[in-house]
């Protein structure tokens, strides 16, 4: 168990602080708690609440009773580094690139639409699209599909709308049944590329359904995938082994530039995979069984770094 005295100085100075402005808050409020914790730092704070003397003075006299739950932040990691779920928005906004100067919306290629004829992924002679379609209501209520149901459903959601919109213009569509793939969308979407009127008309929904389909079709979508699978297996392999034998199934996956093949993770990758257990494992038992396993993953990320014949600029940061 972690008291306040195996805290840093620091550590121990800023919950004597906090502790205190929470005795403050309770005490205008008139409360008499009960402190429940999740987590290490939260038993902490909550042990000196009970125990602080002039909090104990005040719970004599007070005449309300409150319930207040201390939560670590530690899980908030989990969400900036997980792949949760089967959700296509997610993967979107994580695959397609940024649209510059906006952190929350992505680029979106649009010559597909055009009759120019590019192999370049980077082309910049015609405006990207993007996800933001305040003005289309269809492009709206796709969108929503996309945050609420699984991938499969988002995408049979995408070709639906599609094809009532190329009905409503008149264009020879031919509804097919079955499995929605990306080929078939971009199909549907080459109806509209010589009708100005019907492109004019639906923009914001293609825009939308051409995002779909550069999504399904980036290999980072099939990482994502290796990914969330790799999660749900540590998160099941955590609530029944301890920690080192969770990193020693870790171990030989990392591999060097030269033995890594498109399907291996590559360094940066590791550290997401890293950031994701260390959240969701909560304490860790110490131990030389600990130590061993951490040092040896310390060793093979620092070879397999060293390796790189041109390190990322958050490798280069690392080093």
């Given at each position: 168990?972690?008291?306040?005295?195996?805290?840093?100085?620091?550590?121990r100075?800023?919950?004597?602080?906090?502790?205190?402005?929470?005795?403050?808050?309770?005490?205008?409020?008139g409360?008499?708690?009960?402190?429940?914790?999740?987590?290490?730092?939260?038993?902490?704070?909550a042990?000196?609440?009970?125990?602080?003397?002039?909090?104990?003075?005040?719970r004599?006299?007070?005449?309300s009773?409150?319930?207040?739950?201390?939560?670590?932040?530690?899980?908030?990691?989990v969400?900036?580094?997980?792949?949760?779920?089967?959700?296509?928005?997610?993967?979107?906004?994580?695959?397609?690139?940024?649209?510059?100067?906006?952190?929350?919306?992505?680029?979106?290629n649009?010559?597909?639409?055009?009759?120019?004829?590019?192999?370049?992924?980077?082309?910049?002679?015609i405006?990207?699209?993007?996800?933001?379609?305040?003005?289309?209501?269809?492009?709206?209520?796709l969108?929503?599909?996309f945050?609420?149901?699984?991938?499969?459903?988002?995408?049979?959601?995408?070709?639906?709308?599609?094809?009532?919109?190329a009905?409503?213009?008149?264009?020879?569509?031919?509804?097919s049944?079955?499995e929605?793939?990306?080929?078939?969308?971009?199909?549907?979407?080459?109806?509209?590329?010589?009708?100005?009127?019907?492109?004019?008309?639906?923009?914001?929904?293609?825009?939308?359904?051409?995002?779909?389909?550069?999504?399904?079709?980036?290999p980072?979508?099939?990482?994502?995938?290796?990914?969330l699978?790799?999660?749900?297996l540590?998160?099941q392999?955590?609530?029944?082994?301890?920690?080192?034998?969770?990193?020693?199934?870790?171990?030989?996956?990392?591999?060097s530039?030269?033995?890594?093949?498109?399907?291996d993770?590559?360094c940066?990758?590791?550290?997401v995979?890293l950031?994701?257990?260390?959240?969701?494992?909560?304490?860790?038992k110490?131990?030389?069984?600990?130590?061993?396993?951490?040092?040896?993953?310390?060793k093979?990320?620092?070879?397999?770094?060293?390796?790189?014949?041109?390190?990322?600029?958050?490798?280069?940061?690392?080093?």
């Open positions: 168990e972690v008291g306040l005295a195996a805290l840093p100085a620091e550590l100075a800023a919950v004597r602080a906090l502790v205190g402005d929470l005795d403050s808050l309770f005490t205008a409020l409360l008499r708690e009960e402190n429940f914790a999740v987590g290490a730092l939260s038993r902490v704070v042990a000196e609440l009970a125990s602080y003397a002039p909090a104990r003075n005040r004599r006299t007070a005449t009773k409150a319930s207040v739950i201390f939560v670590d932040r530690t899980l908030d990691l969400g900036a580094v997980g792949h949760h779920g089967d959700n296509l928005a997610e993967k979107i906004l994580s695959v397609l690139p940024k649209l510059p100067g906006h952190k929350t919306d992505v680029m979106v649009m010559v597909e639409l055009t009759a120019l004829k590019t192999t370049d992924e980077s082309c910049s002679i405006a990207p699209g993007c996800l933001a379609q305040p003005n289309d209501p269809t492009a709206k209520a969108w929503e599909s945050m609420n149901l699984k991938q499969k459903e988002a995408v049979m959601e995408a070709r639906r709308h599609l094809v009532e919109a009905s409503r213009e008149n264009l020879p569509i031919k509804m049944m079955g929605v793939t990306p080929e078939q969308l971009s199909s549907y979407i080459q109806l509209f590329k010589n009708n100005l009127k019907a492109l004019e008309s639906h923009c914001g929904l293609l825009q939308l359904v051409l995002a779909t389909v550069q999504t399904l079709k980036h980072q979508t099939s990482k994502w995938d290796n990914f699978a790799f999660e749900r540590l998160l392999t955590i609530g029944e082994s301890e920690m080192p034998s969770v990193l020693n199934q870790l171990l030989p996956m990392i591999k530039y030269n033995e890594r093949t498109k399907d993770y590559a940066e990758d590791f550290f995979l950031i994701y257990i260390y959240s969701v494992v909560g304490e860790i110490c131990g030389k069984e600990l130590d061993t396993a951490e040092r040896e993953v310390k093979a990320l620092i070879k397999a770094i060293c390796d790189e014949p041109e390190p990322s600029p958050f490798l280069q940061k690392i080093a």
